[in-house]
């Protein structure tokens, strides 16, 4: 039996179900072991597969150290974790949901405040007035000073906040924040305000391979399927497969020119197509008497070669 | 943590001789500093380079990175005016990734605390921080100076508007915004940014703040934190008068790059300085004039002149240095590795709580790189 891939998923929350949801509708469905304590699990598509069940950001660290193979979680534990992010993990890819974004937000009341440079200055004012360096709460340090040293702003400091880090201006605790919004909700109910060119990243889940695992060319065949089967099924989504009657294919294809040309794919008294593309397509059939016409949703759409697992592939291997 | 490589006795105590006969009083100073107050002084810049630590329940501290702060928190809480003061001890930096650094090093310097004439303390202690590296035996050191409030007098000499000078004289520590700001110039109009309409234009003087309170009523903003109304009210105005007034002009960007670039013999370096300068150089010719005693106090010390380099660039990027400061520099250890540095820091006492103005300066050397038998 070859060694084992070791795949982890965040344990709870909102993420932890819809990576579950991700991996099912990709033909991957989780299933905990009978008599597990609820931390690791298999796949039964994919038996060579361990996943291991870990916080969110204990996935990030251990994708760093090469703990683990794979992982899913947010972009931003990520790039907190490791400043060189690109040299240590392959972001193989981006799944599409538990989005947020990581910005700067000051008070609404300061209202001379709108871009990063405004607040370059009012950082050294306050200096200037109080002999101390405005403050930012924070649990994403590492981004903040890469963020804040890229707008040259250096009159500040960073206060690490546990938690309810939009309540630090109200309280007292710091006089801006970079945190992580979703719908802008909670920092409105906070009296806060993004700064306009304080979005520090756009987050949202990400499947990442570790460079520093143990890597195999067993273990690349497992990333190949289940890049292959994910990946597919995400092309699949958009997709749409259309077939005639065989005795009008000559018709039809006539008819569709215009849509092959623009990337369509014909198939045998048939055409694959882009779901945003099958009212043109079905107008055009139509207008030359084709019909009846099906249409159907593949459930996978495979290409030979996942360009992400090779990519991890040559890295790993090189 | 990483050690260095041990200095042979007779090598240290050659190193330490000139800072014995300095006339200081020899002080010790806590290794474990509050990471707060060592943030707030020299700048998240820092936080990489500390190794902090925290006793259960206790406030998270941060083993000195140097012995500046420390050394200025105890001359402040002893409260007298004067004081000069020698340390040797180890300090601690954490390395960046991939770097064979010493993680823990010795340091010997001296740090003064006096109001007399600071021409005068800068060429003593910088012209300690020379001798005390020489004695370490290396033949090719270097001593390079720059000087933070030179930049704020050569700004001054080009007659600028007020608003943009005191942004000229904070973006100097800011390279990437001060290269923003040249190039602006270079793009002229084009580059002008959108105009700012202040919303309490033509609000009478005085009534500032209760309009701004009305302000945030009638839009529904509730105001947090305690930035004073009155701050607010006053950057309305700078931002607005900001983006109606001119940016740099082309000859005036021009003159500044030149200044950027001077790098030379000091005195060499003053001429060229003078030459770019604007009609407006009352302070410069004070700030040129201290430059010159300095020199001749450096070289009366016993500084080879032609060791000396001026490098006008030099110093935009330390913490609580706000006027002339200097690296003893070796080739073979490479800028990055001075093994002595130190410079002048007035703003500093002040922030410690000092009650009055008070001038700050001081040195230290690294005998573990001054050593010439050693590699780091």
């Known amino acids: 039996m070859s060694a084992q891939l070791i795949l982890a998923i965040p344990s709870k929350g909102r993420l932890k179900e819809q990576v579950e949801d991700w991996l099912a509708d990709a033909g991957l469905p989780i299933s905990a072991p009978s008599g597990g304590r609820g931390y690791t699990a298999r796949i039964e598509a994919l038996p060579q597969v361990e996943v291991r069940l870990l916080s969110a950001s204990d996935i990030a660290g251990a994708l760093e150290s090469g703990e683990v193979h794979l992982g899913v979680t947010g972009e931003d534990l990520l790039r907190e974790r490791m400043v060189d992010l690109d040299s240590r993990v392959e972001l193989l890819r981006a799944c599409g949901f538990g989005r947020a974004d990581l910005i700067v937000a000051v008070p609404k009341s300061w209202l001379d405040v709108d871009s990063m440079a405004d607040l370059e200055e009012v950082a050294h004012l306050h200096l200037v007035r109080t002999g101390r360096r405005l403050r930012a ?123 092959v040309a623009g990337g369509a794919r014909p198939r045998a008294n048939g055409l694959l197509l882009a779901e945003r593309d099958l009212l043109a397509a079905q107008a055009a059939l139509a207008s030359a008497g084709i019909g009846p016409v099906a249409a159907t949703r593949p459930e996978h759409l495979f290409e030979p070669v996942s360009v992400a697992a090779e990519t991890l592939a040559t890295r790993v291997t090189a | 943590m990483r050690l260095e490589p041990p200095v042979p006795l007779a090598a240290l105590a050659a190193i330490r001789a000139p800072f014995a006969e300095a006339g200081a009083a020899p002080v010790e100073v806590p290794v474990l500093q509050p990471l707060a107050l060592l943030l707030d002084l020299s700048g998240e810049a820092m936080r990489p380079r500390l190794f902090v630590v925290q006793a259960e329940g206790g406030e998270e501290l941060a083993m000195r990175p140097d012995f500046t702060i420390p050394v200025a928190r105890a001359h402040i809480e002893a409260g007298k005016p004067e004081g000069r003061y020698a340390y040797e001890g180890k300090a601690f930096r954490a390395a960046p990734e991939g770097s064979a650094r010493a993680e823990e090093f010795l ?270």
Request: hydrophobic content about 45%.
């Open chain 1, 137 to 259: 709460a924070t649990k994403y340090i590492v981004q903040t000073r890469t963020f804040f040293a890229k707008h040259g702003i250096t009159d500040y400091r960073i206060v690490e906040s546990g938690g309810a880090t939009e309540g630090a201006p109200a309280s007292g605790a710091a006089e801006i924040i970079v945190d992580i919004t979703t719908t802008g909700a909670t920092l409105a109910a906070n009296h806060l305000k993004i700064v306009s060119d304080g979005v520090i990243l756009k987050s949202q889940a990400r499947l990442a391979a570790s460079l520093a695992a143990d890597w195999d060319a067993g273990r690349l065949a497992v990333v190949r399927q289940l890049l292959g089967l994910v990946e597919a099924r995400a092309r699949a989504k958009g997709s749409v497969m259309l077939v005639w009657p065989a005795e009008q294919d000559e018709g039809a294809r006539k008819a569709l020119a215009g849509l």
């Open chain 2, 107 to 376: 340091q010997i310097g001296v740090e003064i605390f006096g109001n007399g004439d600071p021409a005068e303390a800068d060429a003593e202690v910088a012209a300690l921080a020379w001798r005390s590296a020489a004695a370490g035996g290396r033949d090719d050191l270097q001593i390079t100076f720059g000087d933070i409030a030179l930049f704020g007098a050569f700004v001054d000499s080009l007659a600028l508007a007020p608003a943009l000078a005191v942004r000229l004289k904070r973006l100097f520590t800011r390279p990437r915004l001060l290269a923003a700001e040249l190039e602006r110039a270079d793009l002229g109009d084009a580059a002008r940014p959108e105009r700012f309409v202040n919303p309490l234009e033509g609000v009478p003087e005085g009534h500032g703040a209760s309009a701004l309170r009305q302000l945030w009523g009638i839009a529904g903003i509730e105001p947090v934190g305690t930035r004073p109304p009155d701050e607010i009210v006053r950057r309305l105005a700078e931002r607005a008068e900001a983006s109606r007034t001119p940016s740099l002009s082309v000859e005036e960007a021009r003159a500044v790059r030149g200044y950027l670039a001077v790098s030379g013999a000091p005195m060499a370096a003053m001429y060229a300085i003078k030459a770019l300068a604007g009609p407006a150089t009352e302070s410069l010719d004070t700030a040129l004039a201290g430059w010159s005693r300095r020199v001749a106090k450096l070289v009366e010390r016993g500084v080879p002149e032609d060791r000396m380099t001026f490098a006008a660039a030099f110093g935009r990027a330390f913490g609580y240095y706000d006027g002339v400061l200097f690296e003893v520099r070796s080739p073979v250890l490479g800028d990055e590795r001075p093994a002595a540095a130190g410079g002048r820091y007035d703003g500093l006492p002040a922030r410690l709580g000092a009650p009055s103005a008070l001038g700050a300066v001081g040195c230290m050397v690294r005998p573990a790189r001054a050593f010439a038998g050693g590699v780091e």
